[in-house]
């Protein structure tokens, strides 16, 4: 008997939906795409039809509402579209906006210049505060302007 209402309750938990720790967040929120292809749709599920396919792991999106397990985002062009969370990742990229932009040895404007980064490309973000984000492009890494990037907010402070 016991091991019957012991098999109920674990039935019982795992039929009840969890939230996705996506969901809990308010947008709107930073996010990247974590897939090699991934389909922005003109609604929020399969039936809707894919207006644009992304082949571009680690761009950076804004979630700006959310409906079940879907996401409307936008991406650094403005474009707006719902993409399923499963392929989306919490991983803070960001992209070089603008003109070529240097990346610095340390976040100052008159500290040495260590890479240039020219815009559309893509990197991780290690942390950002006074205006300035760590800026990792497969391993090669400095400061850049935080108003220059394309995922971060110019006073958002990540560690």
């Known amino acids: 008997m016991r091991f019957v209402a012991f098999l109920i309750a674990l039935l019982a938990m795992?039929?009840?939906?969890?939230?996705?720790?996506?969901?809990?967040?308010?947008?709107?929120?930073?996010?990247?795409i974590?897939?090699?292809?991934?389909?922005?749709?003109?609604?929020?599920?399969?039936?809707?039809p894919t207006s644009?396919?992304?082949r571009r792991s680690g761009l950076p999106v804004r979630v700006v509402e959310?409906?079940?397990?879907?996401r409307k985002v936008e991406d650094p062009d403005g474009t707006q579209g719902w993409m399923i969370v499963n392929l989306l990742s919490a991983d803070r990229t960001?992209?070089?906006?603008?003109?070529?932009?240097?990346?610095?040895?340390?976040?100052?404007?008159?500290?040495?210049?260590r890479?240039?980064?020219?815009?559309g490309v893509v990197g991780r973000i290690r942390n950002c505060r006074r205006g300035w984000c760590e800026f990792d492009v497969r391993g090669r890494v400095g400061y850049v302007e935080a108003a220059h990037l394309y995922g971060v907010a110019e006073d958002e402070r990540i560690e």
């Open 52 to 54: 644009w396919l992304y």
């Open 14 to 32: 795992l039929a009840a939906p969890l939230p996705a720790a996506a969901q809990d967040r308010e947008t709107p929120y930073w996010a990247s």
């Open 34 to 48: 974590s897939a090699d292809r991934a389909r922005m749709r003109t609604g929020p599920g399969t039936n809707f």
């Open 94 to 113: 960001a992209m070089i906006e603008g003109d070529i932009r240097p990346m610095r040895a340390s976040p100052e404007a008159g500290s040495r210049i």
């Open 66 to 70: 959310v409906y079940r397990n879907w």
């Open 115 to 119: 890479y240039r980064a020219e815009p």
